[in-house]
Structures are given as C-alpha cells and as structure tokens.
C-alpha cells in the first residue's frame, strides 16, 4: 500500500546533539514538504521541496536543513538541537494538485 | 489578513446536529480547496476535496464552494463524538505548484 512513513515517532534528546528525521514515500510523488507544529496551534511550513535537487525554505524560519536526493527521501536535520526545537514535525508529499498525505509525524523533545 | 481564516472556536454541537465549519481565503486565483480533520497528537487527514462552486457530498459531509465569495465551508450532519476534532482548510496557492495554504483550524466540540 502506497504510504508516506516517518521515523522516529518519538524522539528526546540532549541540547546541542546532530539529529535527522526520516521521511520517506512510496507514492512516487514529486513535491514533499516539512511541517512544524506546537500542540493545538497553526501548521508552519519549514521546508519544501519539488522534486531531485529542489528544496526551498519555507514561510517559518527554521535552523534545520533538508536534502532531496531521491525522489522518495525528505529528511529533515538539526545540526545541533535546542529546546526552542521541541515539537512535532510532521511530513507530507502531493502528486499532482489534490492535496497531501501527511505522515505519522515526529514529536521531538529537547531537553 | 491571513490568506486563509477559519474561527479557531470551540464550536459546541449537541449529538446528532449539524456542525457548519466555515473558511474565508484572500487568493482569488486558488483553484483547489481541501478540509482536513486532525485528532489530537495526530497527523491531519483529507477528509474532503472540492474544485468547483457548489456542494460536493461525500457520506455525512458535505463541501460548499462559492469562489465569488471567497468562501469554503464544510457541514457535518448527524455529529458524532468521535467527529471531535480540529478541521482545516487548506486552499492551494494560484501558482499552481501543489502548495498549500491552511488555515489556524477551528475546533469541533461534539457532547453526547
């Protein structure tokens, strides 16, 4: 069954520590976006991406990064995680113009 | 002015009423329209898609879309507890790039 999986789905970590967050898809969907959301507010977009090659920052400011080397692959990096990084990331990716399927996402906190 | 405002709520229905969820977008060039139900802790589902004026009825929810207007809303018959939850809108940016804009979400409130 075609789905979109991210991992982990829970994660706390020491301030300052490197870590990446998965997301991978089956859809083979060209556009994949990175979501940011505190509990019960707004989702902020991150970073998106519209295909190999292609990322492009998002509406939020954030210090993490993202890479697209295969299609199917979006992971997100923090090089060196703060407790203002505590929240849940959540992932999605579209194909054509009817809407996103979002993963399971990942909540992260930094203590 | 956000480009796409929804009424954050609560909105309290009693079992079994209808729940009207309404969205205003500023893009009059926005083609595609999307409603999303997110549980607490959870991920957003698509739990409607409508690209046209008028009602698109899908089980007991039903889409209304008047472009004219500006304006998306979703209603609910026959509310369930288990319908509790926060619903956004999501409108697609006019550039035709698969973007989506949401809303703050509004939510709903179902009592037994």
């Known amino acids: 069954e075609a789905d979109i999986y991210q991992t982990p789905r829970y994660l706390v970590i020491g301030t300052g520590k490197k870590i990446t967050l998965e997301c991978s898809q089956t859809m083979g969907h060209d556009k994949m976006y990175w979501y940011q959301q505190d509990p019960g507010m707004e989702l902020h977009l991150i970073h998106y991406s519209y295909g190999v090659n292609s990322t492009e920052k998002g509406d939020l400011s954030s210090e993490s990064t993202v890479s697209r080397i295969r299609t199917e692959h979006f992971p997100l990096t923090l090089e060196s995680a703060r407790p203002s990084h505590t929240s849940q990331y959540l992932c999605a990716s579209t194909g054509a113009n009817y809407g996103y399927t979002f993963g399971s996402g990942t909540r992260l906190t930094v203590v | ?112």
Request: aromatic share 10%; with cysteine.
């Open chain 2, 1 to 112: 002015q956000k480009e796409v405002e929804q009424n954050s709520g609560p909105l309290s229905v009693p079992e079994g009423a209808i729940a009207s969820l309404n969205c205003t977008y500023s893009d009059r060039g926005s083609q595609s329209f999307f409603w999303y139900r997110q549980y607490s802790g959870k991920s957003p589902e698509l739990i409607m898609s409508i690209y046209s004026n008028g009602d698109k009825e899908d089980g007991r929810f039903t889409a209304q879309l008047n472009k004219a207007s500006q304006y998306v809303s979703l209603l609910i018959r026959d509310s369930q507890p288990s319908d509790s939850a926060t619903y956004l809108c999501a409108v697609s940016a006019s550039s035709n790039t698969g973007k989506l804009i949401f809303g703050q979400g509004t939510t709903l409130q179902v009592k037994p």
